[in-house]
């Protein structure tokens, strides 16, 4: 468990998923529409077209000793290496899937790549919770569609979201943060 | 044993080896702020902020070395119009220095070095003694995550 020099206790969360999928959108509407949370800063290394470069971060607490320190990824492809060093000690992933049937291959890439980074750990001492974004398309791909593409089975918490409008993103954090608090209880 | 006064004493050495030093972090490699201390007392900087992009940026130079296959990594430097910023690895952790732009090179690096090793001594105690925290101390983290817990479902 992570513990800063307060004694307080730390918890990083990642938001992963491939490009333009709803990621920074998701942490954005948290950070600003969320009144239950405390906040800090929020800090973004992106380019000119506030794309991600590197991450988004932001502290975050429902009060209390226990800190989320919330980050995102840049989804690009090119930024694979940045995206290994974001992965760096986390306790949970809120995998953001886009629903646009153009974006099948990315979905899969991305969440076969963050399997490759994070091994056996995945979903068992990382827990996940997959938010299939976008759901608001008129051509969105289904859910059992998306589930099957990323192979995911009955035991991972699945939100139906839409970032731009908040819906779902919510209860999708509420979900990944307690996974990761019951984790570090019961481990 | 890990003293929890030790980082802040390290640190506070190390800022008064050069009167250009402005602040120094100690964070670990996941982007977490361990311990800083600031030559002023109100120096307005988002900490947690500057540990997060202290450590990416770290870890990041170290993943372009492993790529590139030269080496170790042994210190960061950016230089700006009006500062400078060192970042070099002190065992688990990574050590920051944010400094005004004139200031001694050489000897920042010699402190950095020296100075890291015993942050990394002593941050393998306070990781050691996180790891086997005796039961009081488990106790009370198990109320603050129940705290946190039960927080969460009023959000």
Known sequence: MRKDDKGRIHLKLVFYGPSLGGKTTALRWLYGKVEGLQKGEFTAIEDETNRTLFFDYVPMSAGGRVLFDVFTVAGQKRHRHQRKVVLQGTDGILFVADSAPDQRDENMESFEELKLFLGDSLGREVPIVVMLNKRDLPNRMSRDEMLDLLGLGGNVPIYETIAVQGVGVKRAFQAIAREVILKRMYK | ?155
Do not use: H, W
Request: proline share 2%; net charge negative; hydrophobic share 45%.
């Open chain 2, 1 to 155: 044993m890990s003293d929890p006064k030790a980082f802040d004493r390290i640190l506070t050495e190390i800022i008064r080896q050069d009167k250009g030093i402005k602040k120094v972090i100690l964070v670990d490699r996941t982007g977490l702020t361990i311990a800083n201390v600031s030559k002023l007392s109100y120096y307005p900087v988002d900490v947690d902020s500057i540990g997060a992009i202290a450590s990416a940026v770290f870890a990041a130079s170290e993943e372009q070395g492993n790529n590139l296959q030269i080496g170790t990594l042994e210190i960061v430097t950016s230089e700006f119009s009006e500062g400078k910023i060192f970042a070099s690895a002190c065992g688990k952790g990574v050590l920051c220095v944010v400094s005004e732009a004139e200031v001694n090179i050489g000897l920042i690096r010699l402190v950095m070095k020296k100075q890291g090793a015993q942050l990394a001594e002593e941050l393998d105690k306070f990781l050691a003694v996180e790891a086997s925290a005796p039961a009081k101390d488990r106790e009370l983290d198990e109320e603050d995550l129940k705290s946190a817990l039960a927080e969460l479902e009023r959000v």
